[in-house]
């Protein structure tokens, strides 16, 4: 039977359209995922007998301002509907949005990687292009609802853990006792602005040395061209000269391929990250920690020194980690930090699982024009 995990339980769903019972199981309701990001806009239509059927991958268009945007994203979710219908019922559509986002307003208050989207009414624009419900949620609290639902939290049973997703920001998704955790007005979980390195860089968000600027991917590129900058990174100069821009899997593989100064790039990332993860497992004393994102592909640059930050700064890390004296009887067999399990999808994925956390949804059909 095809069943989801989500919101503490397992249960498979059914929407009714007026007589009509349609089943999750036999693959009748469509749901549309978006994953809004700084650099791309993603949308996806998904059913739950496959999976995603349909994408769309669009450059997310910040220089034409959040209405350019909203209106790019609109026309995609209609695109997809009308071609993946097939006598479905639309289910709903899920939205995940960077932060910080004011729920259940849905409003972006100074969002570092969507310049110009202060006080912009997100879910009351798309709504009213639609005229369809939306659920609006941060995308990295959408990511670690995938990962509860459909990987490692799945896999593990483990209903509480932290996710930290590494882009060009970093995001923050908290899921406790099976449901996210969105602090008092939606803007929990933003570990990202956790200052790493007091005097560190300049983050968008105005502090200097949060995680977002030491080890996002966006943090990745700023240190290697600092590092060409001030004359010392030769091999990453020619690595530069032999392309348009630098980007982080540029790094990556210039540090597989032995490259000194792309490698101390990830140690420092790591470290960074470690630094972070630390405090989150002194506050928390939760039994799963996830990286998700671009950068966690980099996992074996990265981990070693975020496990070294770890042993040295976390406590409860040193007392609760598999086989430690304090671990027996924790979810899991004790603390873990782990690469997430669906990887650069997990946000998308859970936009497109979102709108099925509710049980009474009602099915609308969604026959092809009607968007």
Known sequence: MGVLRLLG??????????????NFENGQVLTIGVDLGGTNLRVAAYALDQ?????????????????????????????????????????????????????????LHHPPNLPGWDGFPLLDEIEKRLSRPVVLESDANLAALAEYAMGLGKDLGIDSFCMLTLGT??????VLNGKVWHGANGMGGEAGHMTVEPDGPLCGCGNNGCLEA??????????????????????????????????????????????????LIFVRAGRSLGICLAGLINIFNLPLYVIGGGVAVSWDLISHALFEELERRSYVYALTAPGRAASKGMPGGGTKVLPAKLGSEAGLLGACILPL???????????????
């Open 9 to 22: 339980f397992r249960f498979s769903f059914c929407f009714f359209s007026g007589d009509q019972k349609m």
């Open 51 to 107: 999976g995603i059927v349909d994408s769309l991958v669009l450059r997310t268009r910040l220089e034409a301002g959040p209405m350019c945007v909203v209106d790019d994203m609109c026309d995609a979710i209609t695109q997809l509907v009308n071609r993946n219908a097939n006598g479905r019922a639309l289910g709903g559509i899920g939205i995940g949005s960077p932060g910080p986002l004011e729920l259940p307003a849905g409003r």
């Open 169 to 174: 920001g970093v995001g923050n998704g908290i």
């Open 214 to 263: 030491c080890a996002s991917a966006t943090a990745l590129v700023n240190m290697a061209e600092r590092m060409i900058a001030e004359g010392r990174a030769s091999g990453l100069a020619d690595l530069k000269s032999t392309s348009s821009s630098l980007t982080a899997l540029d790094l990556a593989k210039a540090a597989r391929q032995g490259d000194p100064d792309a490698r």
């Open 357 to 371: 956390q509710t049980l009474e949804i009602a099915g609308v059909p969604c026959d092809e024009g009607e968007l």
